[in-house]
C-alpha cells in the first residue's frame, strides 16, 4: 500500500539538542573503533590518546558555513545545512518514525561520506533495506528535498529536472541505474549489511520479481508558511500507480512555529556550539 502522511514538527530546544547531536554522530561516523587502537605503541610518547584523535576529527569533519559565519544567506544549491538537515530528517523517518515492522535499515549515510565536506552530496539521498520472512527484502531508494516555495506542489516535487518524482520515476523505469547504484553502496557496507542487499541486487538484475520490493521513499521539508497538505505530494500521489508493483512512501516534515531559514540557521549554530564545547 502507498503511504502519503504529513507530520507537524515543533522546534525547540529537545529538536535542537536530538539532531544536532544525531548530526556530529553520523557526520564523524569512522569505519574503525577508536577503543580497539593501540594506545601503547605509536601513540605512547604522543602524550594525546585516541579521545584527542577522536576530537581533531570531529571538528574536522563538520564543515563550517562561511556565509553563515558573516551573517549572510547562502545560496539555497550549495548549502550544505539545509540539504543535511533534509537527510536527517528523512532517515529519522525511515528509521525511527514509521510504526514496527515497516521501519528501515539505511546502514550507511550519504551525510557520513560525501565526497565534499562543505557541497551537498549526489545521487540517491538514501538506501535501506528491511527483511520480510525469509525470502523477501524490501529496498528503499530515498529522495529528499527541502522547499519554502509558495507554489504547491513546489517545483522540487514534480517539475524540475531532477525533482522528486522524475528521479523516482528514472529509477522505476532504469533497472540498470538502480543496480549500479545498490552496487556502488554495497561494496561499502559490512558484510551483514551487504549479504542482504547482495541478495536484492542479484534478483533485480535477474528479474527475480518475487524475491525483492521496491519502496520509493519520499521526504519533502516544508513549513507553517508554505505547506498545503492537499497538493504538496503533487505527481507523486496523482501519479501512485506508475511506481506499482512498488509502493510509494511519501512524508511530508513540516515545522509548525519556524521558516526553514529560521531553523536551519538555529541548526547550525546548535552543531558550532557543540562542535566548540
Not at 6 to 33: A, C, H, M, V
Not at 36 to 62: C, H, P, S, V
Amino acid at each position: 500500500m502507498h503511504k502519503f502522511e504529513k507530520i507537524d514538527i515543533p522546534i525547540g530546544e529537545k529538536f535542537l539538542n536530538y539532531f544536532t547531536k544525531e548530526y556530529l554522530k553520523i557526520r564523524s561516523q569512522t569505519q574503525f573503533d577508536f577503543s580497539n587502537i593501540n594506545e601503547q605503541i605509536l601513540y605512547k610518547n604522543l602524550g594525546f590518546g585516541t579521545d584527542a584523535l577522536k576530537q581533531i576529527i570531529t571538528k574536522n569533519t563538520i564543515p563550517i558555513d562561511r556565509k553563515r559565519e558573516l551573517r549572510l544567506e547562502p545560496n539555497v544549491l550549495n548549502d550544505i545545512y539545509r540539504s543535511d538537515l533534509g537527510e536527517l530528517l528523512m532517515t529519522y523517518y525511515f528509521e525511527e518514525k514509521l510504526p514496527d515492522g515497516e521501519r528501515f535499515v539505511i546502514p550507511l549515510k550519504n551525510i557520513t561520506f560525501r565526497e565534499r565536506a562543505e557541497l551537498p552530496g549526489r545521487g540517491l539521498d538514501a538506501i535501506g533495506y528491511r527483511k520480510i520472512g525469509d525470502s523477501q527484502v524490501e529496498i528503499l531508494l530515498g529522495e529528499a528535498k527541502v522547499s519554502a516555495d509558495k507554489k504547491s506542489p513546489p517545483p522540487v516535487v514534480d517539475s524540475t529536472k531532477d525533482s522528486i518524482y522524475n528521479t523516482q520515476l528514472n529509477h522505476k523505469n532504469e533497472t540498470p541505474i538502480v543496480v549500479q547504484r545498490l552496487s556502488d553502496y554495497a561494496r561499502r557496507l559490512n558484510t551483514k549489511d551487504a549479504e542482504i542487499l547482495g541478495f536484492a541486487i542479484i534478483s533485480i538484475e535477474h528479474q527475480l520479481n518475487d524475491n525483492v520490493n521496491i519502496t520509493y521513499g519520499c521526504t519533502l521539508i516544508r513549513d507553517h508558511t508554505c505547506i498545503n497538505e492537499n497538493s504538496d505530494f503533487g505527481k507523486m500521489k496523482t501519479n501512485q500507480k506508475e511506481f506499482e508493483p512498488g509502493k510509494v512512501y511519501f512524508s511530508i516534515l513540516s515545522f509548525s512555529d519556524k521558516t526553514i531559514k529560521d531553523t536551519v540557521d538555529l541548526f547550525y549554530k546548535k552543531v558550532q556550539e557543540l562542535i566548540a564545547s
